[in-house]
């Protein structure tokens, strides 16, 4: 590509896969290389295509701004969504802009009345508590689906009114529609779990289609029902719509919380003096707690977004049609905003931290509930078990789309 500069190649190469493979700080050391310089560079993605990377905390809360010029459309994952793939299963509310991101947004805030909430808030501390229960009964030794799997799978269905039944295919749906998202595979996988991927998605969909149906006929107290017979301007979901949000919903609601859970436990280990500080007032310090334990690992890595119009930012003229991507994971460690900014520090405030979005008609809907359960959560893991403790490091994914947990080695006293 003419006039396209090549990135130097003493630097890492954010569109090699091998990249995400390496340790985290190996990672975090080549986004503050990337933030020095004088503006965005390019990563070509082969066959003439490439995206041109946004690691400042201000570019990217800039991008997330400006939906106009920076659109969510034709998709915000690495690689966007195929044409028939969006056919099939339809638009999902976060690869929409403009009206039609509008009014989906519009619906899906109207269902969450203060009554859902408020029942939600008391789901969450009921289903935290009893979860620890089962830890201190049976003492397992992996934390991801003992825990922090557990709780905002639970919660989600339990706000959506998924009847128990259909719950452990939703959670096995759930990890094989997005457990190779950004990872890479060799060949005999490409070809094979992408077909995975995709009938376990369809599978949920199909499940929550037939849930909602009956909701119409039927409505109760919970979200599919608000949602599916919603009257905002005369509409509610349809059943590709509702099946769009739910699989957002699961992928994006109990996926990114897990893994800030996961992560969560593993820094208050790591940091001993701030697990103290935690416990010694709880309520006083859980709130940074939970932001500073989000902006530190940053659960969505990246999202990408599409030009629209000419647009000059951090010193570089975008043109229509240029790929950009958010490094999300960049820009929380930005030196300009955070001082120190590697370190993990519950008080730290200011804490503008972008781990739930940049703004804009974007920012994470779920983005206070999850707060919630992880307060929640570790409330419970905190002041029951003693001596709560991560064992060794968590096995990571090494996805370029979010800092996904597979596994993670626990303990504790008693």
């Known amino acids: 590509m003419t006039g396209i500069p090549a990135f130097p190649a003493q630097q890492q190469d954010l569109a090699d896969p091998a990249f995400w493979q390496q ?16 503006g965005p560079r390019y990563f070509a993605e082969g066959r003439g295509r490439g995206h041109w990377a946004l690691v400042r905390h201000a570019d990217v809360q800039e991008a997330s701004r400006n939906p106009k010029v920076f659109a969510s459309a034709p998709g915000v994952t690495t690689p966007e969504p195929a044409r028939w793939v969006r056919a099939l299963f339809g638009d999902s509310m976060v690869n929409l802009d403009g009206a039609d991101h509008a009014r989906l947004r519009k619906i899906v805030q109207r269902a969450f009345t203060p009554r859902l909430l408020a029942a939600a808030e008391a789901d969450i501390h009921a289903v935290a508590a009893r979860i620890v229960d089962d ?67 369809a599978r949920m969909q199909r499940m929550v289609a037939g849930i909602g149906r009956d909701r119409r006929r039927n409505p109760s107290d919970d979200l599919i ?33 897990r893994n800030a859970i996961t992560h969560g436990l593993s820094l208050l280990t790591d940091h001993p003096d701030q697990r103290d500080l935690l416990l010694s007032d709880f309520e006083a310090y859980a709130d940074g707690a939970v932001d500073e334990m ?39 460690r930005d030196e300009s905003v955070f001082p120190d900014p590697d370190a993990f520090d519950i008080t730290r405030s200011p804490n503008p931290h972008l781990g739930f979005g ?10 206070h509930l999850a707060r919630v359960e992880m307060k929640a959560l570790f409330r419970e893991l905190l002041t029951r078990p003693r001596g709560l403790r991560a064992v060794g490091l968590p096995d990571l994914a090494g996805s370029n789309f979010d800092n996904r947990v597979r596994s993670l080695k626990f303990a504790f006293e008693h």
């Open 225 to 257: 029902s608000a949602l599916v017979c919603a009257d905002v301007d005369g509409q509610a979901l349809g059943a590709r719509q509702l099946g769009a949000f739910f699989s957002l919903l699961m992928v994006a609601g109990v996926e990114t919380t």
């Open 294 to 332: 989000i902006r530190h690992s940053t659960p969505i890595i990246q999202f990408r977004r599409t030009v629209t119009a000419e647009h000059r930012l951090g010193g570089h003229l975008f043109r229509p049609g240029d790929k950009v991507v958010l490094y999300y994971a960049s820009a929380n």
């Open 135 to 201: 830890v201190l009964a049976g003492r397992p030794e992996e934390f991801v689906e003992a825990v922090a799997s557990r709780l905002p799978l639970e919660v989600i269905c339990n706000m959506m009114g998924i009847p128990e039944h259909y719950r452990p295919e939703i959670a096995d749906r759930v990890n094989h529609a997005s457990e190779n998202i950004g990872v890479e595979r060799g060949l005999a996988d490409r070809l094979r779990i992408p077909g995975r991927g995709l009938r376990a998605l």
């Open 358 to 367: 940049g703004g804009g008609p974007h920012f994470c809907l779920g983005a």
């Open 23 to 38: 340790p985290p700080a190996a990672r975090l050391a080549a986004f503050a290389r990337l933030r020095a310089l004088d």
